[in-house]
């Protein structure tokens, strides 16, 4: 934050740059990481998510075959909601100043393309699914200029009609790409799952996968971009262990103020 940043904002008292360290869980999954192949699996299996219990890898990452890679982290949220995690996603980016309340040494700018924040017709969903978030971040060491493009759970395999039966309440799915230019690489999926004392965040990264942002998979440079050697060419081991690090001590540290802010 810089002087003046949150001069008359009603939130400004959920600034807290004092963030918390890696949970144990966490800290322990970059330790072990990365696994084998097989502990990841293709976005086009995310309905895994929809089974009961855990899966093999819930903190960490792998290179799949395919050369991508995958990157999971499971954050606890006490006293969180599915229906505070959709306000949030919906209510963030129309700030900066918003933006990084998330994230206090990693966050620094983010932008609607089609901003919302004055349209009182809009449910909290609608603010943010099928729109865009253009965020600059830290990852890591190095400052990232996203295209953060949200989309139905429908277009991930995640049927809805499921997500009662599994205990979901909500899920955050997304492409990622630069915010300048037409590519992508990456896709995201932050499913909430109800607890007894809340809920808890199972996200999931699949990154290294270059296509073309508005063709289909089966255009014919997308079947170039695709290939396997220039996915594992783009994504080493840092990008792996700086995303679960981002990731966990995001989620983490949203936890901590959202019941209050969302109140």
Same mark, same amino acid.
């Not at 072990?32 to 086009?44: A, I, K, M, N, V």
């Not at 699949?206 to 255009?219: E, F, I, N, T």
């Given at each position: ?35 084998? %192949? ?7 299996? =995310? ?9 093999p ?10 050369? +991508? ?12 909601s ?11 980016? /129309? ?16 932008? #609607?393309? /089609?901003?919302?924040? +004055? /349209?009182? @017709? #809009? ?8 729109? @865009? ?10 400052i ?9 759970? +429908?277009?991930?395999?995640? *049927?809805?009609s ?8 909500t899920?955050? =799915?997304?492409?990622?790409?630069? *915010? ?7 896709? #995201? ?9 809340? =809920?808890?965040? %199972?996200? %999931? ?5 270059v ?11 997308? %079947?170039? #971009? ?20 981002? =990731?966990?001590? +995001? ?13």
């Amino acid at each position: 934050m810089r002087p003046g940043d949150l001069e008359d904002k009603p939130y400004a008292k959920y600034w807290n740059p004092d963030m918390q360290g890696l949970s144990e869980n966490i800290a322990q999954a970059v330790m072990q990481s990365p696994l084998p %192949r097989d502990y990841g699996f293709s976005h086009h299996e =995310c309905d895994r998510l929809l089974e009961p219990g855990y899966l093999p890898l819930e903190s960490g990452y792998t290179q799949l075959s395919s050369g +991508e890679m995958f990157v999971a982290t499971l954050t606890p949220m006490p006293g969180v909601s599915g229906k505070m995690i959709d306000w949030w996603f919906g209510w963030h980016s /129309n700030e900066s100043q918003r933006y990084k309340l998330w994230h206090p040494h990693a966050h620094m700018k983010a932008m #609607l393309k /089609n901003p919302n924040a +004055e /349209n009182p @017709t #809009l449910n909290d969903r609608e603010r943010y699914v099928g729109n @865009t978030s253009y965020v600059d971040e830290y990852i890591g060491n190095d400052i990232l200029k996203l295209a953060i493009q949200f989309k139905e759970p +429908e277009t991930f395999g995640l *049927a809805r009609s499921k997500f009662a039966a599994a205990g979901v309440q909500t899920a955050v =799915c997304a492409h990622v790409g630069p *915010a300048k230019g037409p590519i992508n690489v990456g896709k #995201l999926v932050h499913l909430i799952r109800e607890t007894p004392d809340g =809920c808890e965040m %199972r996200s %999931r990264f699949w990154l290294g996968k270059v296509c073309l942002r508005d063709k289909p998979a089966s255009h014919p440079v997308n %079947r170039l #971009l695709g290939i396997k050697a220039l996915s594992r060419l783009v994504m080493t081991r840092n990008h792996g262990h700086d995303m679960v690090v981002h =990731c966990g001590m +995001e989620m983490a540290h949203l936890a901590s103020f959202l019941p209050a802010l969302y109140a």
